[in-house]
C-alpha cells in the first residue's frame, strides 16, 4: 500500500486438485447424462462430498471415451479442487472474518486522516485503509451425486 493507491498481490491458495476415473455403463453415459455434467461444471458441493464440507469441493467438469476393453463401458474422468473455509481473517483493523472456501473476499477502502487532530493540529496526510470487507459467492451449488460416482 502506498500513500495514494493500493497494491495487490498474487498468491498461492492452498487447495487439493484430483482427477477421478470411473468405468459407467454406456447405457448410463447418455446425452442427458451429458448436460448434468454440464450443469455441475462450475458448481461446489451441496452435500459432504470425499471428506470435504458443504461448498468445500469445486467441480471442473469431465471427459471420457468409449473404454477399448469392453464397449459396453465409457471411461470417465471428473475432475475436482477443494479448499477449505477460512476463520479469523483480519484486514487492516477489521477482523473476525470468515469466508467459505470459493468465496471471494474484497476489500473496500477509504481515505482516513494519518494523525487526526495530531500535535500540529491538523489531520495530516490522507492515507487509504480498509473500510469494508465484503464475501461474494461466485459458484452456485450442486448435487454431486448426480455424477453417479458416489461421495
Not at 473455509?85 to 471471494?104: F, H, M, P, R, S
Request: charged share 20%; glycine share 12%; hydrophobic share 35%.
Amino acid at each position: 500500500m502506498t500513500d495514494d493507491s493500493v497494491e495487490g498481490c498474487e498468491i498461492i491458495v492452498p487447495q487439493f486438485k484430483w482427477t477421478e476415473t470411473h468405468q459407467l455403463d454406456s447405457a448410463t453415459v447418455t446425452w442427458d447424462y451429458s448436460q448434468v455434467l454440464y450443469d455441475l461444471t462450475g458448481k461446489t458441493n451441496q452435500a459432504a462430498f470425499r471428506g470435504f464440507g458443504i461448498k468445500q469441493v469445486l467441480f471442473h467438469g469431465a471427459k471420457g471415451s468409449q473404454s477399448a476393453k469392453n464397449p459396453d463401458l465409457v471411461e470417465m474422468t471428473f475432475s475436482f479442487a477443494a479448499s477449505r473455509d477460512a476463520a479469523g481473517l483480519v484486514v487492516g483493523d477489521i477482523n473476525g472474518i470468515a469466508k467459505k472456501a470459493w468465496e471471494y473476499l474484497w476489500v473496500r477502502y477509504g481515505l482516513v486522516p494519518e494523525n487526526p487532530g495530531g500535535s500540529t493540529g491538523g489531520p495530516g496526510r490522507l492515507l487509504k485503509r480498509p473500510t469494508s470487507v465484503h464475501i461474494e459467492r461466485v459458484y452456485d451449488g450442486g448435487d454431486f451425486s448426480q455424477l453417479g460416482i458416489g461421495n
